[in-house]
C-alpha cells in the first residue's frame, strides 16, 4: 500500500491549523527569515504550536527554508535551522546547496521546486547526495514525470493547484533585473503581471498593453490518479500568500478528491490520521484563481494564457443577453445576489466589473451606486464572471470543517472504583481511573443512559466516539465525577498520541557523488562558499557567481519558459490556423521585444525545444 500525501499551504499558523482541520496530511510554512516568499514569515513559536496541532493527527509541518543564502547568513540560517528542529518540524524545504556543507540536525531534506527539478539526471544526482523528497518542476507531464520516477527511489512532490510561475522555477532573474528583487531570495516583484507591449525590431507594436507573461493558474484535480500511477505521492497546492478562504476551500477539494482515489479499490491510503468533514461545498472556483489550466500536464496541452488580467476572474455566470434600462439579463438562470462582484473583458488587456445592488424577480442584475452599464462595454455574448461571492465568503468565515479520530471506550469497574479505556484508530491507548465507590443504580436503565450521555461527550475534542462499552455493573456516579474521567482519559489519550507520533529522520548525509556537467554558469545559484565547494567536491571545474552575487549584464537570459507568445497569439509555425487570440494572424518577421516603461527585453523562441527565452 501506497500512502498519498495532501500537502497544503500555510502563510501562518491559524492557515496551517485550518489546513489540517480541512483534511491536509501535512502542511508546508515559511520561518521569519529565508523562505521563498519573504511576506509570509512566521515565528518558531507559532511553528512550534503548529506543529504541536498537526501531530496529533500524525500529520506533518514542514518549513520552506527555499531562497540562496549569502556567507554572512549561513550562521544565521544554521541557528534558525537548529530552533525549527527543536520546534518539531519534520522536514526542511530547500534550494541553497550550501546549506548540505553545513553541519545540519538530522532532519530530511527536500529539493524545493526552485532547484530546477526537470531531468532523471538531476533527480537521480538530488536523490544520491541525501534529499529525501524532489518537488518537481511544475512543467514536467505524465510521461517525464514517469521517466523520472523509472530512474530513481526518491520521494516525489508534484503541484497539482495554485498560481504558475511562468519560468521554470529558480530560473528566474527577470525581477532582480528590473528592480533588484530576486526571486530567489523571496522578493519577487512579479514582472510576469505586468502589462506589456510587443514589439517588432522597428519599434512598432504588434500586442499592446496585454498582460503577455501572466498565466492562469494550475488545477490538476482530474488528474490526481494519473499522477499517482506516475509516481507521485506528494500533491502540493501552492498558496502561502493566499488568504484563509482559499486555504480551507481548495484543501477540502483536494481532500475530496483524493478520499474518492483511495477508496476507489486501489493500492493507496492516506497519510494521515481523522476523518473530516466539511460544512460546506469545496468549489475552486468560488476563491481567487485566474481561470484554470492543467499546464502541459496532457499530451494536448490546453491554453494556459490569462493575457486580459492578472487579477481573479471567479466563475462563469452566463452570457450577456440584453442590457436594459441599466439592467443587465443573461442567458441562463443564476443566483448572482446584492453584494456579489462581476468582471468582464471590455477590450483585450482590460477587465471591468461591478458590485451588485440587486437582482429583481425577472433575474435582471443592477449595479450597485452610480456604476452605469452600457450597451457598448458588454455586447451580446460577452461571458459575465463572478469574482466575489458575497454568501461564499460569509459562509467561509464560519465554522467549515471537523476532523475527528475515531475513538472507542470501555467503562469498567476498578478495585479502586471504576476506570475508563480508550483506544484510538491509530491503536494509540489510554486509560483513566476514579476513585469513588459508585452507589448502586435502583433504576438501571437510567443509570446506564447517564454514563452513556456524560462519557460520549467528547465536543472540542478532537476525537469521536465510535464504540462505548458498559461493562460495570448498574451504578450511579455524579455527572461531575463522569465529566472528569473523560477529561483526565481525553488528556492521557492526546499526550499518548504526541508521543506515538514518529518523527522523520535522516543519518549521516552520503559521501560526494558525481555531478553530470563539469561547468555551470550563473544559473546554478551559487551565492554562497559552501554552495561552490558543493558542486566542486562533485567534479564541477567552473562554476560562475549566482545572479544576485554578480548580475551578468545585457544579453543574458532572465527567463526560460515552456509559455510561448507567438502560440498563444496563433504565430507558431506548428500551429498554423490555430490562432487563440485577437492579434493579426500573420506572425511577424525578425526579432520580437517585450517592453514595459524604460524595460525592453528580447524574446526568443527555440522551437526545437518548444521553449521560450526572455533576454536582459
Given amino acids: 500500500m501506497h500512502s498519498l500525501e495532501l500537502l497544503a499551504p500555510a502563510k501562518n499558523m491559524e492557515s496551517g491549523k485550518a489546513a489540517v482541520d480541512h483534511g491536509a496530511d501535512a502542511v508546508y510554512i515559511g520561518p521569519e527569515r529565508f523562505g521563498a516568499r519573504a511576506a509570509a514569515g512566521n515565528s518558531v513559536a507559532d511553528i512550534e504550536r503548529l506543529c504541536t496541532y498537526a501531530h496529533r493527527y500524525f500529520a506533518r509541518v514542514y518549513a520552506a527554508f527555499n531562497t540562496l543564502l549569502f556567507d554572512h547568513e549561513l550562521e544565521p540560517a544554521r541557528h534558525l535551522i537548529e530552533q525549527l528542529y527543536h520546534a518539531g518540524v519534520d522536514a526542511l524545504?530547500?534550494?541553497?546547496?550550501?546549506?548540505?556543507?553545513?553541519?545540519?540536525?538530522?532532519?530530511?531534506?527536500?529539493?524545493?521546486?526552485?532547484?530546477?527539478?526537470?531531468?532523471?539526471?538531476?533527480?537521480?544526482?538530488l536523490e544520491r547526495s541525501g534529499f529525501s523528497r524532489v518537488i518537481l518542476a511544475r512543467e514536467l507531464s505524465l510521461s517525464d514525470m514517469k521517466q523520472i520516477r523509472d530512474a530513481t527511489c526518491v520521494d516525489l512532490e508534484a503541484f497539482v493547484h495554485g498560481a504558475l510561475c511562468v519560468c521554470y522555477s529558480g530560473q528566474c532573474y527577470m525581477s532582480a533585473t528590473i528592480g533588484g528583487r530576486s526571486a530567489n531570495r523571496g522578493a519577487c516583484g512579479q514582472p510576469c503581471r505586468l502589462a506589456w507591449n510587443l514589439e517588432d525590431k522597428n519599434g512598432s507594436v504588434l500586442c499592446e498593453n496585454r498582460h503577455l507573461l501572466s498565466l492562469k493558474d494550475m488545477n490538476r484535480s482530474d488528474y490526481l490518479a494519473d499522477l499517482a500511477r506516475a509516481g507521485i505521492t506528494s500533491f502540493k497546492i501552492e498558496g502561502r500568500l493566499k488568504d484563509l478562504d482559499y486555504v480551507k476551500n481548495i484543501t477540502a477539494f483536494y481532500r475530496q478528491k483524493l478520499d474518492a482515489l483511495i477508496t476507489s479499490g486501489s493500492s493507496y491510503t492516506r497519510a494521515s490520521s481523522g476523518r473530516t468533514t466539511f460544512f460546506f461545498t469545496p468549489d475552486p472556483n468560488k476563491t481567487f484563481n485566474r481561470g484554470y489550466t492543467?499546464?502541459?500536464?496532457?499530451?494536448?496541452?490546453?491554453?494556459?494564457?490569462?493575457?486580459?488580467?492578472?487579477?481573479?476572474?471567479?466563475?462563469?455566470?452566463?452570457?450577456?443577453?440584453?442590457?436594459?434600462?441599466?439592467?443587465?439579463?443573461?442567458?441562463?438562470?443564476?443566483?448572482?445576489?446584492?453584494?456579489?462582484?462581476?468582471?468582464?473583458?471590455?477590450?483585450p488587456g482590460?477587465?471591468?466589473?461591478?458590485?451588485?445592488?440587486?437582482?429583481?424577480?425577472?433575474?435582471?442584475?443592477?449595479?450597485?451606486?452610480?456604476?452605469?452599464?452600457?450597451?457598448?462595454?458588454?455586447?451580446?455574448?460577452?461571458?459575465?464572471?463572478?469574482?466575489?461571492?458575497?454568501?461564499?465568503?460569509?459562509?467561509?468565515?464560519?465554522?467549515?470543517?471537523?476532523?475527528?479520530?475515531?475513538?472507542?471506550?470501555?467503562?469498567?469497574?476498578?478495585?479502586e472504583g471504576f476506570e475508563l479505556l480508550g483506544v484510538d484508530e491509530d491503536n494509540i491507548q489510554a486509560r483513566a481511573l476514579i476513585r469513588v465507590p459508585g452507589d448502586t443504580a435502583r433504576n438501571p436503565d437510567t443509570a446506564r443512559t447517564a454514563i452513556e450521555k456524560q462519557l460520549s461527550k467528547l465536543g472540542n475534542t478532537c476525537f469521536e466516539l465510535n464504540r462505548l462499552e458498559i461493562l460495570s455493573k448498574p451504578v450511579f456516579l455524579p455527572a461531575a465525577d463522569l465529566n472528569r474521567l473523560r477529561r483526565d482519559l481525553i488528556e492521557c489519550l492526546e499526550k499518548n498520541r504526541l508521543k506515538a507520533y514518529v518523527r522523520p529522520s535522516v543519518e549521516s548525509r552520503p559521501v560526494p557523488v558525481p555531478f553530470y556537467r563539469t561547468g555551470l554558469d550563473f544559473r546554478a545559484n551559487a551565492a554562497n562558499y559552501p554552495a561552490v565547494q558543493f558542486y566542486k567536491k562533485r567534479g564541477v571545474k567552473s562554476i560562475d557567481p549566482a545572479f544576485e552575487c554578480t548580475p551578468p549584464g545585457p544579453g543574458t537570459v532572465v527567463m526560460t519558459t515552456k509559455h510561448c507568445i507567438r502560440r498563444s497569439l496563433g504565430w507558431c509555425p506548428g500551429q498554423a490556423g490555430k490562432n487563440q487570440d485577437t492579434s493579426p494572424a500573420r506572425p511577424p518577421l525578425g526579432p520580437l521585444f517585450l517592453t514595459h516603461g524604460k524595460h525592453r527585453f528580447q524574446v526568443i523562441f527555440d522551437c526545437r525545444n518548444c521553449e521560450m527565452q526572455i533576454l536582459a
Fill in 93 to 125: 524545504i530547500i534550494q541553497d546547496m550550501g546549506l548540505l556543507e553545513m553541519d545540519l540536525p538530522p532532519l530530511p531534506l527536500f529539493a524545493s521546486t526552485q532547484t530546477d527539478n526537470r531531468t532523471p539526471e538531476k533527480v537521480k544526482f
Fill in 294 to 347: 492543467d499546464y502541459f500536464l496532457s499530451a494536448s496541452p490546453d491554453p494556459i494564457d490569462a493575457f486580459d488580467t492578472p487579477k481573479s476572474v471567479g466563475e462563469p455566470v452566463g452570457k450577456v443577453k440584453q442590457v436594459k434600462n441599466q439592467a443587465l439579463v443573461l442567458d441562463r438562470p443564476h443566483d448572482l445576489r446584492a453584494g456579489d462582484g462581476i468582471c468582464f473583458p471590455q477590450a
Fill in 350 to 415: 482590460r477587465l471591468k466589473g461591478f458590485y451588485v445592488n440587486r437582482v429583481d424577480e425577472n433575474a435582471r442584475v443592477f449595479p450597485s451606486g452610480k456604476t452605469p452599464v452600457h450597451k457598448k462595454d458588454l455586447p451580446c455574448g460577452t461571458m459575465v464572471f463572478r469574482n466575489h461571492d458575497l454568501g461564499f465568503e460569509r459562509l467561509m468565515a464560519g465554522m467549515t470543517a471537523q476532523r475527528k479520530i475515531s475513538l472507542d471506550m470501555k467503562f469498567c469497574e476498578h478495585p
